[in-house]
């Protein structure tokens, strides 16, 4: 009897240590928020949950939806567990303003920054722009109505003091954008993508458009003012203009909702990270990522299980994500 009351102490004390000793992981089916089916998003999306489904065994499947903007309603309203997001739009749609404007999604928190994704600002050779500042009276599209470029095309003209009375806006979507610059309609345009853009390729194969930069001191300006913009230059000549191009850049973030337990998203980042050379085969942007850059561009409410496994691999948490 005693021997056997020895036993059963000894095996509850093995699944004591067996439970505190058990791998933290990432299991379930969830959907995660994109954007339309041939763009960059919903494409890199793909990538990575193909190699996290196959490493964790869970089922992350990617939704097509109007972008960013939606992607946040999209999990305030608990339809989507999982998006890709700007961080400028992640930062509006947890303080409330800009396009959430007295209607704020605290409920959002960040895993990791994935890849830069430049403001490029595409002008007619023929329309005499040759800096921002050379919009004045020219005919613009300057992005959908409740897009995040809409909101970047705002915010560049205000840092060379103008607004949109001082040029003739237009607002519409990427593709009624590029098909106006290529007719004529629009003098020019603004997005914000992944470089390359397959519209800007598709345009300058005409050899008609140019791809402005901002210059050092507005460019200043912006950094000083919007902290979720970085500095970004391309380093090829994708759309073969003979130069470089210098803009500002938010980063695509992966977002979760604040439900998910500290040891579910330690799980995800830790399948992410460890298996990125998996996702890079599959899609270029995630040479973008690595551990030493994941923070970078993320405003604000880091998943603790996300710090967590950064913290074990000894990266620094700035003071605004602790």
Do not use: W
């Not at 009351?5 to 000793?21: E, P």
């Not at 979760?256 to 830790?270: G, M, R, V, W």
Request: aromatic share 10%; with cysteine.
């Amino acid at each position: 009897m005693r021997l056997t009351k020895y036993f059963l102490c000894a095996l509850l004390v093995l699944a004591m240590v067996g439970t505190a000793l058990a791998e933290p992981e990432f299991k379930g089916s969830y959907l995660m928020a994109t954007a339309s089916a041939t763009g960059n998003y919903y494409n890199f999306g793909s990538a990575l949950s193909s190699v996290v489904n196959n490493v964790t065994g869970a089922n992350l499947t990617v939704t097509s939806t109007g972008g960013s903007t939606e992607n946040a309603r999209l999990l305030g309203d608990g339809e989507n567990e999982f998006a890709m997001i700007q961080s400028d739009v992640y930062s509006y749609a947890r303080t409330g303003i800009e396009l959430f404007a007295g209607d704020p999604i605290p409920n959002l928190q960040a895993i990791t920054a994935c890849y830069p994704e430049m403001v490029q600002i595409v002008v007619r050779k023929d329309s005499g722009i040759e800096s921002v500042s050379d919009m004045k009276g020219k005919n613009v599209c300057v992005g959908a109505v409740g897009s995040g470029y809409e909101v970047a095309a705002r915010q560049i003209l205000g840092a060379y003091g103008m607004t949109y009375d001082d040029i003739n806006e237009t607002f519409a979507d990427q593709a009624t954008a590029k098909n106006g610059v290529q007719d004529g309609t629009f003098d020019a345009m603004f997005l914000c993508s992944g470089y390359p853009n397959a519209n800007v390729m598709e345009l300058s194969l005409s050899k008609k458009i140019n791809v402005l930069s901002i210059d050092p001191e507005h460019l200043e300006v912006l950094l000083k003012q919007y902290p979720f913009y970085s500095a970004f230059t391309t380093a090829t000549d994708e759309y073969t203009l003979g130069h470089p191009i210098t803009s500002v850049a938010v980063k695509c973030m992966l977002i979760c909702l604040d439900t998910f337990s500290e040891d579910s998203i330690y799980a995800l980042t830790k399948a992410i990270y460890e298996n990125l050379g998996a996702i890079q085969e599959i899609n270029a942007k995630a040479n973008y990522m690595s551990l030493e850059s994941a923070l970078s561009g993320i405003p604000s409410a880091l998943h603790p299980g996300a710090r967590k496994y950064y913290e074990e691999k000894g990266i620094v948490i700035p003071d605004h994500l602790k």
